[in-house]
Nanobody, 124 residues
């Protein structure tokens, strides 16, 4: 089991940037693919991106491609989501999660543990 705590959310104007962090503790951090998801009111939780256990492969949903960057700092047991050029439609609660799926995980059902989420609000 791994415990995840997201941080870094807040209120930002359109065009601004935020850097979210997901701090992991418990089970070995390097043993999991790490994903970022977001959920806006009245909408399903959607895939934002994921990074492989060694950080060598990163995948992004089209919604954030070119604006978002996922990285992981293995010595610090932390995964980051850098979000630039934010848009009002990026407003959501952002979650990090772990996956042990053999297939590349882009759906919530393939993730095992979740953080509590951090609110991102983008104003216009």
């Amino acid at each position: 089991q791994v415990q995840l705590v997201e941080s870094g959310g807040g209120l930002v104007q359109a065009g601004g940037s935020l850097r979210l962090a997901c701090a992991a503790s418990g089970r070995a951090f390097r043993g999991y693919t790490m994903g970022w998801f977001r959920q806006a009111p009245g909408k399903e939780r959607e895939f934002v991106g994921a990074i492989s256990k060694d950080g060598g492969f990163v995948d992004y949903a089209d919604s954030g491609k070119g604006r978002f960057t996922i990285s992981r700092d293995i010595p610090k047991n932390t995964v980051y989501l850098q979000m630039n050029s934010l848009k009002p439609e990026d407003t959501a609660v952002y979650y990090c999660a772990t996956s042990q799926s053999a297939a590349w995980p882009t759906r919530t059902t393939y993730y095992d543990y979740w953080g509590q989420g951090t609110q991102v609000t983008v104003s216009s």
